[in-house]
């Protein structure tokens, strides 16, 4: 019987290892992607547990709440809605961030 040639075989080896860590790169990869996506604008509703709970006028309104939410240790996020941006927190957040607002 004859075998095949080492360097043969170490090369097909090689080859086999090179797509193995290929497929798990492309399979455990962080959610880049070679095309981005557009961002979707979406009702202030569709922000899953986050409830809105500002409606700023203007981008520097916004700025100022958000940075009075941080001062007040508030997680929140400023999110452009297609009703305008909206300044979303979690719901047991939701009391502190309307009484801080209501303060300024």
Avoid: C, F
């Avoid at 961002?39 to 202030?44: E, K, L, M, R, W």
């Avoid at 409830?51 to 916004?62: L, N, T």
């Amino acid at each position: 019987m004859t075998g095949v040639h080492p360097l043969l075989g170490l090369l097909i080896g090689l080859g086999l290892v090179a797509v193995l860590v290929l497929l798990l790169r492309w399979t455990y990869g962080r959610g880049r992607s070679l095309v981005a996506r557009r961002p979707h604008t979406g009702n202030p509703d569709e922000y899953g547990l986050l409830v809105s709970v500002a409606a700023p006028a203007d981008p520097d309104e916004a700025r100022r709440m958000s940075a009075l939410l941080a001062a007040e240790g508030v997680r929140h996020t400023l999110v452009e809605t297609s009703a305008g941006p909206r300044l979303m927190v979690w719901p047991d957040d939701s009391a502190k961030a309307r009484q801080a607002l209501d303060r300024r």
